[in-house]
């Protein structure tokens, strides 16, 4: 999971399990951009395991603010 700034915006990648995406199926890792995001929660969700690692134009970033592994 990484904040960061790619195309002079500030962005989340996220690992989206759940929900709608018009860009593929889930689950899938996907960079939000953090203008659009209210009232955002945290579920009670956990994880076993690592997710595979992601790659792509996702995984590029001019300023990388905080890495959580």
Request: with cysteine; glycine share 14%; aromatic share 8%.
């Amino acid at each position: 999971h990484v904040l960061g700034i790619a195309n002079n915006m500030t962005q989340v990648l996220c690992y989206q399990t759940d929900g709608g995406s018009s860009r593929g199926g889930l689950p899938q890792w996907r960079r939000f951009d953090l203008r659009g995001i209210s009232d955002l929660e945290s579920g009670p969700e956990t994880f076993d395991g690592a997710r595979p690692l992601p790659k792509g134009p996702h995984s590029i970033w001019s300023t990388v603010l905080s890495v959580v592994a």
